[in-house]
């Protein structure tokens, strides 16, 4: 900004009055409002996340204070979760389970859309179809018929039979599905001249260009295999095969929450995706307005 | 090197035909310049030559070897695409090699090979850069290397100039001609624009509605149009057209009872509807009274700087004639004359070109 605006500068006189234009810009009453009811809006979606790390590191006594701040900040409740139970080893599941996930979700997704997109046969309209209509049958519907299958593939208690029934998603193959069709028919034909084959076009030449979606579908599988919590309620048994969304219910009790320690674990099992919010920020906000998910 | 044999060649999508039975032999090293209005199935027959569309029926043969079923990677075809269609994650020396890399050729090959192609085609500076950091004319460079560094049987061009500049095309139009006197190797070129065609072409093929019109050299078809179609199609400014009725004699007579060809005879039934065609450049300027002179009313004169273009009506038809801009345009009342060895005449019931009996001058 401060370089372009001296460059501008420096470009000699005529410029000028326009540069002193922009170097003042009025506030108007519109903008006003709007970038109030942003910070507002961001305010309660942050809010939140502060209450609960807040809340970690609050003494067990301070729990329902409203102070915005501990009177003693102490880590107390995270030595209490990493004692209670393997929370390390179950963060290690936990990106395991979601990495693959996701990984697999990319696979498949550009396989089938591959598939759906560059080759003709019968009915692919209908695959398409039935494809994008598996989207909307809830979690719900499959999910005895999938316990069922994983029982008897024993895949119960296993990482596996948490990624398995994930590996293919139809969001996945839409979303690729469109990024592939609009990609430049012409160069896939220069890429046949040239000899390459379905394969080869595959990945020397489409995938490399749709890194951007991909990165966006990487992202968005991993944080929801992350926050998976159903799935593994149903087919975990022991606590060394299963993941942080399952540890956390370990500090709801029959007699009562132990909020202190289910905030610490909280946090602990939000701190990967935080990280990955940091890292790939531009990333992962491309790929929300791009799925259209807010 | 390669020779080509077309026959029957169909192309149906859904229920559309795109192309309807073209036949067509092309030899070694021959230029070939197919020329036809758009939606008139050039492309289609291209890319069924290059094998990138499924052949509805028919053969096409690549040094008598049927290839109908074949892999356009197994051709030996190489294509240059109108958008040129380069790799856009690949650097320029990337594009032109990938072929070989998918053909497995060693690294050290491929490189010294990129490099013959590159400076060839001025190109050695760039081969770092992506494609979206070239000009147009400098992308259209790698398109042609891309297609040059196999060496292929055949060269296929589907528009390949329509995205330059007029004097850039002009270069590269003349670049591909010095290649391919290099190269020798059989061409395509598909094009609507004519200029490129006439200059381009060792044989020209006129196309219309998916079939072909008529082929030739780009002067037996200037000179000669089979049809209709050819003669309006070919030339600028276009062909004038006269409607005309063949009489008892077997001579034609247009409106107000003009003849303006008294001399020639057409072997047409009596009351044949025909249309007589005269290019602007080949009318001269006489006075009114001379024989078959045909009035001409100026109404307008463009002049483009090498000639006038004098347009205006005769019998109230629109007709353009052509003055060099030595020529004075006369000031008074004139007529233009069509010269016999500048007549064309067709047959209006099919476009049909007739000739005139040979021996029919009645001095
Ligand atoms: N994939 C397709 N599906 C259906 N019809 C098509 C398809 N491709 C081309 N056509 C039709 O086939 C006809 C011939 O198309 P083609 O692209 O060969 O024309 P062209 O001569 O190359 O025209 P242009 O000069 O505009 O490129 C057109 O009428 C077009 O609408
Ligand atoms: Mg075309």
């Given at each position: 900004m401060t370089t372009s605006m001296n460059r501008v500068l420096s470009s000699g006189a005529a410029v000028e009055p326009e540069v002193s234009r922009k170097a003042r810009p009025?506030?108007?009453?519109?903008?006003?409002?709007?970038?109030?009811?942003?910070?507002?809006?961001?305010?309660?979606?942050?809010?939140?996340?502060?209450?609960?790390?807040?809340?970690?590191?609050?003494?067990?006594?301070?729990?329902?204070?409203?102070?915005?701040?501990?009177?003693?900040?102490s880590l107390d409740n995270y030595g209490f979760v990493l004692s209670q139970i393997p929370m390390l080893r179950m963060l290690a599941n936990t990106t395991v389970v979601a990495g693959v996930t996701a990984a697999l979700h990319v696979l498949t997704g550009l396989f089938a859309a591959y598939a759906l997109v560059r080759w003709r046969f019968?009915?692919?309209?209908?695959?398409?179809?039935?494809?994008?209509?598996?989207?909307?049958?809830?979690?719900?519907?499959?999910?005895?018929?999938?316990?069922?299958?994983?029982?008897?593939?024993?895949?119960?208690?296993?990482?596996?039979?948490?990624i398995v029934p994930h590996a293919a998603a139809a969001f996945a193959v839409l979303m690729l599905y469109h990024a592939m069709k609009s990609f430049p028919t012409?160069?896939?034909?220069?890429?046949?001249?040239?000899?390459?084959?379905?394969?080869?076009?595959?990945?020397?030449?489409?995938?490399?260009?749709?890194?951007?979606?991909?990165?966006?579908?990487?992202?968005?599988?991993?944080?929801?295999?992350?926050?998976?919590?159903?799935?593994?309620?149903?087919?975990?048994?022991?606590?060394?095969?299963?993941?942080?969304?399952?540890?956390?219910?370990?500090?709801?009790?029959?007699?009562?929450?132990?909020?202190?320690?289910?905030?610490?674990?909280?946090?602990?099992?939000?701190?990967?995706?935080?990280?990955?919010?940091?890292?790939?920020?531009?990333?992962?906000?491309?790929?929300?307005?791009?799925?259209?998910?807010? | 090197m390669a020779s080509i044999r077309i026959?029957?060649?169909?192309?149906?999508?859904?229920?559309?035909?795109?192309?309807?039975?073209?036949?067509?032999?092309?030899?070694?090293?021959?230029?070939?310049?197919?020329?036809?209005?758009?939606?008139?199935?050039?492309?289609?027959?291209?890319?069924?030559?290059?094998?990138?569309?499924?052949?509805?029926?028919?053969?096409?043969?690549?040094?008598?070897?049927?290839?109908?079923?074949?892999?356009?990677?197994?051709?030996?075809?190489?294509?240059?695409?109108?958008?040129?269609?380069?790799?856009?994650?690949?650097?320029?020396?990337?594009?032109?090699?990938?072929?070989?890399?998918?053909?497995?050729?060693a690294r050290a090959e491929r490189d010294e090979k990129i490099r013959r192609v590159a400076t060839l085609l001025g190109l050695d500076t760039f081969l770092d850069r992506r494609p979206a950091q070239l000009s147009g004319g400098q992308r259209q460079r790698v398109a042609m290397g891309r297609a040059m560094i196999r060496s292929p049987r055949v060269f296929l061009f589907d528009e390949p100039l329509s995205n330059l500049d007029a004097k850039l095309r002009l270069q590269m139009r003349l670049e591909i001609k010095r290649l391919h006197r290099e190269l020798g190797s059989t061409s395509i070129f598909v094009t609507h624009d004519q200029l490129e065609a006439m200059t381009l072409a060792d044989r020209l093929v006129v196309m219309n509605g998916g079939k072909i019109e008529q082929v030739g050299t780009p002067q037996e078809i200037y000179r000669r149009p089979a049809s209709l179609f050819v003669a309006d199609f070919l030339g600028s400014p276009p062909m004038n057209f006269i409607p005309a009725v063949i009489d008892d004699e077997g001579k034609a007579v247009c409106a107000d009872?003009?003849?303006?060809?008294?001399?020639?005879?057409?072997?047409?039934?009596?009351?044949?509807?025909?249309?007589?065609?005269?290019?602007?450049?080949?009318?001269?300027?006489?006075?009114?009274s001379a024989r078959g002179a045909l009035p001409f009313e100026v109404e307008m004169v463009e002049d483009l700087g090498t000639e006038n273009h004098l347009h205006g009506t005769t019998t109230g038809l629109r007709m353009t004639a052509v003055l060099a801009t030595g020529e004075a345009v006369p000031d008074h009342p004139f007529a233009v004359l069509i010269p016999e060895s500048a007549v064309h005449l067709f047959r209006e019931r099919d476009g049909a070109r007739i000739d005139p009996r040979s021996v029919s001058r009645i001095h």
């Open positions: 009025r506030i108007r009453p519109g903008a006003l409002t709007i970038h109030a009811t942003m910070i507002l809006l961001a305010f309660i979606a942050i809010f939140p996340v502060y209450w609960m790390v807040v809340s970690s590191l609050k003494a067990e006594n301070e729990i329902f204070s409203t102070g915005l701040w501990p009177s003693a900040p019968r009915f692919s309209g209908f695959v398409y179809g039935l494809i994008a209509l598996s989207w909307l049958v809830p979690f719900q519907v499959t999910m005895i018929p999938n316990y069922v299958l994983a029982s008897r593939l024993g895949l119960l208690d296993t990482l596996a039979g948490l012409e160069i896939i034909e220069a890429a046949r001249m040239d000899g390459a084959k379905h394969w080869r076009i595959l990945w020397e030449i489409i995938t490399p260009n749709l890194r951007a979606s991909l990165a966006s579908l990487g992202i968005l599988a991993f944080i929801s295999a992350w926050n998976e919590y159903f799935w593994p309620l149903l087919l975990s048994r022991s606590i060394e095969n299963s993941v942080v969304q399952i540890g956390l219910q370990m500090f709801m009790t029959q007699e009562g929450n132990l909020w202190g320690p289910l905030m610490a674990a909280s946090t602990l099992a939000s701190l990967p995706i935080l990280a990955i919010y940091l890292l790939l920020q531009r990333q992962v906000i491309e790929s929300f307005m791009k799925s259209g998910l807010r | 026959s029957s060649l169909h192309k149906v999508y859904g229920k559309t035909p795109a192309v309807r039975g073209v036949d067509l032999s092309i030899g070694t090293g021959e230029f070939v310049v197919i020329l036809g209005p758009s939606g008139c199935g050039k492309s289609t027959l291209l890319r069924m030559i290059a094998g990138l569309e499924d052949i509805t029926s028919g053969v096409v043969a690549i040094d008598d070897v049927i290839v109908n079923d074949l892999e356009p990677g197994d051709r030996g075809c190489a294509m240059v695409f109108q958008n040129y269609a380069l790799y856009p994650h690949m650097s320029v020396s990337e594009n032109i090699g990938y072929s070989l890399k998918v053909a497995g050729v009872g003009l003849r303006p060809c008294p001399d020639l005879i057409w072997d047409l039934e009596p009351g044949a509807e025909v249309r007589i065609g005269v290019r602007p450049g080949d009318l001269q300027i006489v006075g009114r």
